[in-house]
């Protein structure tokens, strides 16, 4: 499904990602983990198609199709989904008008018709129940005055709603407590099948006892340099970091 | 480039949609402006004596006024003797019915997607259409007639009932208030009126669509309405303009009298030709709008400004009587090479009264937007209140937005509150879009009419649409 290879990237001149590769295919969980600056939030803009990152070589496939020319809305109607770590506030712009936009622009580029408002409706109240979303949230401008945990459980609503074939989690868990934490992985667990892949950008373990990778990959100093299956990460819990610098060494 | 300035880039070669000319037979008389040509304006329209002397007076006084310079605006003056003071479509009779009119005219309405059929069947509007001047339907007036409401062209007011006419005429904007009311005064060719008696309460939103067609016609609008005592009017006024390369000249005068318990939304959409991208062209709008309030009296001017080259315009409330209440409720957005300076005066003179004014800028390309707002308390008005909110968005860096707020307060036990913010449509509202497949121009129409909202919602339904509409219209071909 994704495909990159020799990945690289710069911001202003200052090489970030070094030469990655990575592929994942449709029914796989790969988490990708690293300390701070590593370069894994750049890795998922760079995904997603944000301008400000200059690629430098390499390639990214999805779906078997070169993707760097494509614009972000491009990919997103693909079916590349970024729940983002830093979501935007839009003033005055409800979290209903939001993701009905999205919708109808994801089926326009379908060639698909706006959805009916009733089946709209429908769906809406679906994902909320998935994610035990109060109803009046949906009525509130988007991100704006959200908590930590409204921002990221509102991340996987859209999610949901938009049901993409490729989902990167960048550091979903970050500001969630252990009940927000519970409720947006079982969300994504949920959409999670054999058609769709799943890639979730994290420094700690804690979100992986609730999702659970099929391949966890070190990322460090812009390069993957360890892959293993799901106990990698449990090592990396017990060891730190530190262990992986001293193996490189 | 950045993505702000491809959107700029973009913006600013985005053309005027609306630009098409009607071919309509129109009856215009020569150009100039001299006691002649009132005269025939006022034979033309079979006026009665005193209103011919009322606009020599005005045309008097404004041979003495000259063109108030202190608007934050740069233009060339328009040359008033190259105007030619009054345009009426032929053929001009009576109309019964739509089947009447012009087909070429309705054909305009439909391209604006405001056709009067739909109008009239969907939403129970009453639409007096002007187009140049003169106008050439007038529907839904049996139905208000039975109530007793007055909604008819002023030409048809004058000869109708001149006694109301008479009474509030200038009442509110006295003729030689400005410049431009003194030169309105003096050469108006028609408008609306409006009559609401005492305790009624109209029941449909009344609505105008004005259209400025004639090559080279100014259009000098005289829009009167009354609200008697307790009685409720909702009144909306719409325009759009066909593209010309000379400058056109546009001055109305809207005056407003809420009696005592009566309430008057006025709701405006405006889209005139803002002229071309590099600033050529493009409509004049020096407007006076005022109304006045009397005791337990509310008027409500909702706006959404979206077109002219130079906007010169500040409704306005005179807050006489006590418990009286003013709202101002703006949006103007300006592109390219518009100027807009406008914003909203409350007078507070009767007790206990309270004004509220949201002021929403958005300005991209070259343009510069000005909000102009005066509070003022006189010594009376005791325990006033004003809220104020002024808020600018700034698209791009080539474009400007200034606010100028004046408060006077001559009583102690006055309560105002002015915010202000300006902002800018980050790079990461758009991507957060675009990552959720909302294109840039969509994405820029989104954010914009959330920052609106405020304003938007002061709309009746159906124009509100509208008004969503024609925002992320002057603000499209915005693609990264």
Not at chain 2, 428 to 447: H, K, M, P, V
Request: with cysteine; charged share 25%; hydrophobic share 35%.
């Amino acid at each position: 499904m994704l495909k990159i290879q020799d990945l690289k990237v710069e911001i202003e001149g200052k090489e970030i990602i070094k030469g990655l590769n990575l592929e994942i295919n449709k029914g796989e969980v790969h988490a990708i983990m690293g300390p701070n600056g590593a370069g894994k939030s750049t890795l998922s803009a760079v995904i997603a198609g944000r301008e400000e990152y200059e690629v430098t070589g390499g390639k990214i496939e999805f779906e078997g199709k070169d993707i760097m020319d494509l614009a972000p809305e491009e990919r997103a109607h693909a079916g590349v989904f970024l729940s983002f770590q830093y979501p935007v506030e839009i003033p005055g712009v409800s979290v209903t008008n939001f993701i009905k936009t999205a919708i109808n622009e994801n089926r326009k580029a379908k060639g698909l018709d706006a959805m009916e408002a009733k089946d709209l409706l429908k769906l809406m109240r679906e994902k909320q129940q998935l994610l035990e979303m109060d109803k009046t949230f949906m009525s509130r401008s988007i991100n704006e005055g959200f908590s930590g945990g409204e921002k990221k459980r509102n991340e996987i609503f859209q999610m949901a709603m938009l049901d993409p074939k490729l989902a990167i989690l960048d550091e979903t868990d970050s500001g969630l407590d252990i009940d927000a934490l519970r409720i947006v992985a079982n969300g994504v667990n949920k959409l999670k099948g054999e058609d769709n892949a799943v890639m979730v950008i994290t420094h700690y373990q804690r979100l992986l006892d609730h999702i659970i990778p099929d391949f966890v990959h070190v990322l460090f100093d812009g390069k993957i340099v360890k892959s293993g299956d799901k106990n990698l990460a449990l090592e990396l819990e017990e060891k730190g970091y530190d262990w992986i610098k001293q193996e490189l060494k | 480039m950045t993505e702000e300035d491809k959107i700029l880039h973009e913006v600013t070669n985005s053309e005027y949609k609306y630009g098409f000319v009607t071919d309509i037979e129109s009856d215009t008389i020569s150009k100039g402006l001299n006691e002649d040509v009132i005269r025939l304006i006022s034979m033309k329209k079979n006026e009665p004596e005193w209103l011919l002397d009322w606009r020599l007076d005005a045309f008097k006084k404004f041979k003495e006024m000259t063109e108030p310079d202190w608007a934050n605006v740069t233009y060339k003056k328009p040359d008033l003797q190259s105007i030619s003071y009054y345009s009426a479509p032929k053929p001009k009779k009576t109309l019964e019915s739509l089947d009447e009119v012009d087909p070429e005219l309705l054909k305009t309405f439909e391209k604006l997607g405001i056709s009067l059929e739909e109008q009239k069947r969907l939403s129970g509007v009453a639409v007096d259409i002007v187009v140049d001047s003169v106008s050439v339907a007038t529907s839904f007036k049996e139905k208000l007639g039975e109530l007793g409401i007055i909604f008819c062209s002023i030409s048809e007011a004058i000869q109708e009932h001149p006694e109301l006419v008479r009474k509030y005429i200038g009442s509110v904007v006295p003729k030689t208030d400005n410049y431009y009311s003194a030169l309105n005064s003096a050469v108006f060719t028609d408008g609306s009126f409006c009559y609401i008696p005492k305790g009624t309460r109209c029941p449909m939103e009344l609505s105008t669509y004005f259209r400025i067609n004639q090559a080279g016609t100014g259009q000098f609008e005289r829009t009167l309405l009354i609200a008697d005592e307790g009685s409720y009017v909702s009144y909306l006024e719409g325009c759009t303009a066909p593209s010309r390369d000379e400058n056109q000249l546009h001055a109305a005068v809207v005056e407003l009298v809420a009696m005592d318990n009566a309430e008057i939304k006025y709701s405006t959409v405006q889209n005139w030709y803002p002229g071309n991208k590099e600033g050529k062209g493009g409509v004049f709008n020096f407007v006076t709008k005022r109304g006045i309030c009397h005791n337990h009296a509310k008027i409500s001017w909702t706006q959404v400004e979206t077109g002219s080259a130079v906007t010169w315009k500040y409704p306005s409330c005179i807050l006489k009587g006590d418990y009286s209440i003013g709202e101002f409720f703006s949006v103007a957005v300006t592109n390219n090479y518009q100027q807009a300076d406008t914003g909203t005066k409350m007078i507070h003179i009767g007790k206990n009264t309270k004004s509220t004014i949201i002021s929403k800028g958005i300005s991209a390309g070259n343009s510069n937007g000005n909000y102009r707002g005066l509070v003022k308390i006189m010594k009376g008005a005791e325990n006033a209140r004003n809220f104020s909110q002024c808020d600018s968005l700034l698209m791009g860096d080539t474009c400007g937005s200034h606010t100028f707020p004046y408060i006077e307060v001559k009583n102690k036990t006055a309560r105002i509150e002015h915010e202000a913010t300006t902002s800018k449509i980050g790079e990461d509202q758009l991507f957060y879009c675009n990552q959720r497949g909302i294109g840039t121009d969509e994405a820029i129409g989104l954010i914009v009419n959330g920052y609106c909202k405020d304003v938007l919602n002061q709309l009746p339904m159906e124009f509100a649409v509208e008004a969503q509409k024609l925002l992320s219209l002057s603000l499209e071909g915005s693609v990264g």
